[in-house]
């Protein structure tokens, strides 16, 4: 059984201008030991996805649909006191911000000992050192002298490992890993990623990886979730999603990414801007930015296709190229069997 399984999943926020749907209809599943990326770009529903797990929407945001299961017990309707023993002992959360994540008016020690105190049954002493200990394990130099000191005092690179250390300190089965490098300088983010890679290892424990740099993707995940306007368009296994893109937004994004091979060569963006959520559009939310985009994405949107056991996508091309290689053929009038 997998550790967390999320099915069909809707979340909305109520506006004076409508409903947002920010998350609508999302599927998948993450075992133990793994690393799962989200990627997509600002407002493709990564981050609301995993507040609707944790359960930490803003007051206008709700759950209206669908299921989180973690351990084959049952998180949307589970109730506040439910979660309480969720938050920090089975699931912990990285925000992408530590500045504003940690409170500038406390000392880090305290932040840390709260945090232990609130979600285990150590004593003051024994969450002192505990606090310690991860902060020595996270690679913070002179932990007992760093315990005193505020916020302010840290650079970026080590508010981000006070961070991470505090999503850990009571031994997660999951942490959700928010854009944990955004802030941070190339370098403190491959020290971030090279330590996030090695607790992974040493602790067991599965990460859920919400980005927008499929650099990172490449050098962490097993398996990617493409999102766009608050859905799945792909699917599958980070080599997969690599190698053989199936989405068109996923292989804009592929052409996007500077390489090698294109240095001294202009990148290709994905041209126009994202979709409004107040205003879904009946087809394939992509297909006003899509430059293969046929009239059928238009007015309808392409259901869930499998591509192998790995990958999933659904794009009307994957379909196109089935007719067009024979695997499909159409029947009647304006008729087809997808196969």
């Given at each position: ?14 506006t ?6 920010a ?20 407002g ?7 507040y ?10 709700r ?61 003051k ?6 606090a ?8 913070v130099n ?22 991470i ?39 067991g ?6 980005t ?7 050098q ?53 801007t994202?979709?409004?959520l ?12 899509c ?27 994957n ?21």
């Amino acid at each position: 059984m997998a550790l967390l399984e999320v099915k069909h999943l809707r979340t909305s926020f109520f506006t004076d201008a409508g409903e947002v749907k920010a998350v609508n209809d999302v599927s998948f599943s993450l075992d133990r030991g793994k690393v799962l990326g989200i990627v997509g770009e600002s407002g493709s529903g990564k981050s609301v996805t995993a507040y609707s797990i944790m359960q930490i929407l803003a007051g206008t945001g709700r759950i209206v649909g669908g299921s989180v299961k973690l351990d084959g017990q049952e998180l949307v309707g589970s109730g506040e006191k439910v979660m309480k023993t969720v938050r920090g002992n089975k699931i912990s959360i990285i925000f992408q911000d530590p500045m504003t994540s940690l409170n500038p008016t406390y000392t880090i020690g305290r932040q840390l000992m709260e945090a232990i105190l609130l979600h285990t049954g150590r004593t003051k002493k024994q969450a002192y050192d505990r606090a310690v200990e991860m902060l020595r394990l996270v690679n913070v130099n002179e932990p007992e002298r760093r315990m005193k000191q505020y916020p302010y005092e840290f650079s970026g690179g080590m508010r981000q490992r006070v961070m991470i250390a505090m999503a850990l300190a009571c031994e997660p089965d999951i942490l959700i890993a928010d854009e944990p490098t955004t802030a941070l300088d190339v370098t403190i983010q491959a020290q971030i990623l090279e330590l996030m890679t090695s607790l992974q290892k040493e602790l067991g424990m599965a990460i859920i990886m919400i980005t927008h740099d499929l650099g990172v993707v490449a050098q962490l995940c097993d398996e990617v979730i493409v999102m766009y306007a608050g859905s799945i368009c792909e699917q599958g296994t980070a080599d997969e999603i690599f190698y053989n893109p199936c989405h068109e937004y996923t292989k804009g994004l592929m052409r996007s990414i500077p390489t090698a091979d294109t240095a001294g060569t202009k990148l290709q963006p994905i041209t126009g801007t994202p979709i409004d959520l107040l205003n879904m559009p009946k087809g394939c939310p992509f297909a006003p930015r899509c430059d293969n985009a046929m009239k059928i994405c238009i007015g309808h949107r392409a259901d869930r296709m499998t591509i192998n056991e790995n990958h999933a996508a659904s794009c009307w091309m994957n379909v196109k190229a089935q007719i067009d290689s024979g695997e499909i053929v159409l029947e009647g009038e304006g008729g087809e069997n997808r196969g």
